[in-house]
């Protein structure tokens, strides 16, 4: 049984069938970009799509970029968040397996490209990490854990938890708490007055990775998942694919090792699944059914 879930501005038009769909060439994992210190500054980045699955990362300390953190362009952006994804990256690397980050890649992106942002340089990865939980950065960047994904039964259910992680980046979370920080610092004087400071923006990717990893408000989160189901719903997927993983994360205990850092840091899927209900009414009832592709998921070897 299905809990009912919220009040969402979807109307069935925006459905499409997934079956009938090209998703066309997704962007293959996601990719830290090598840095070379040659004269101490970034190298211009590597056009060349990566067809790996490995972050490259190297031991030297790259440049941070020169931010305008009272409104970061959307070059910014993808700029903070491919180095925020760095971090998280050296602290869990991607699975070795180039058709499962390809297949995710597709899923991924074309869930992001039901929303607001499509045009922002998507890239997804699963990492090598046996808790169930998943992150987002801004600019684009979306990492599940192999543990979450191991609990998905279909296709919808890992369409909406990346929603979920989609809907972060689209409504600026973390880039905004990173925002307020930077700022509260320059404000302070606590790394001097020149805008765009390395160390400033070197402090506020630290904070970056340090947010995507821990948590955001609860507001965010609840946004997060409503927004999640409407993008899930409008690529064609099955709208209770986010709630049905919210239902089983629900039944793990809480001291148990896999869910104790999701639990300390999000709201307990309970409290999330009542908030979605009380948003929801019967709405959802309304609804025609969407896909859940339990054939399609890809089987992790």
């Known amino acids: 049984m299905h809990k009912p879930i919220f009040t969402l501005l979807v109307t069935t038009g925006l459905v499409a069938n997934v079956y009938a769909l090209d998703l066309g060439k997704a962007l293959e994992g996601v990719v830290k970009e090598k840095i070379q210190e040659t004269t101490g500054a970034k190298t211009e980045p590597n056009n060349q799509e990566s067809t790996g699955n490995q972050a490259e990362v190297t031991t030297a300390q790259p440049a941070q970029p020169q931010i305008n953190w009272k409104s970061p362009s959307r070059e910014e952006e993808v700029a903070i968040g491919r180095d925020v994804t760095g971090s998280l990256l050296g602290a869990a690397p991607l699975v070795k397996d180039n058709g499962l980050q390809q297949y995710v890649n597709k899923v991924g992106r074309w869930v992001a ?31 599940i854990t192999k543990g979450l994904y191991q609990t998905f039964h279909n296709e919808a259910q890992l369409a909406g938890v990346l929603g979920h992680e989609i809907a972060h980046v689209v409504k600026k979370h973390h880039l905004k708490v990173m925002q307020k920080q930077a700022l509260l610092d320059m404000g302070a004087g606590l790394l001097g007055d020149k805008f765009g400071d390395n160390k ?50 629900a039944q793990i205990s809480k001291n148990d090792d896999s869910v104790a850092l999701l639990f300390k840091t999000h709201p307990h899927p309970d409290e999330r699944l009542a908030q979605l209900g009380e948003s929801a009414g019967t709405q959802l009832d309304k609804l025609k059914p969407g896909k859940t592709l339990e054939n399609r998921l890809y089987p992790l070897r």
């Open 113 to 143: 490209n039901q929303s607001e942002r499509p045009d922002l340089p998507w890239k997804f990865g699963v990492i090598e990490s046996s808790d169930l939980n998943a992150f987002a950065a801004p600019g684009g960047y979306v990492l």
């Open 200 to 249: 400033l923006s070197k402090k506020a990717i630290s904070t970056g990775a340090e947010i995507s990893a821990r948590n955001l408000d609860k507001s965010a989160e609840y946004e997060a998942d409503r927004m999640g189901m409407i993008l899930a719903y409008r690529a064609g997927y099955d709208v209770y694919g986010l709630p049905e993983v919210l239902q089983n994360m």
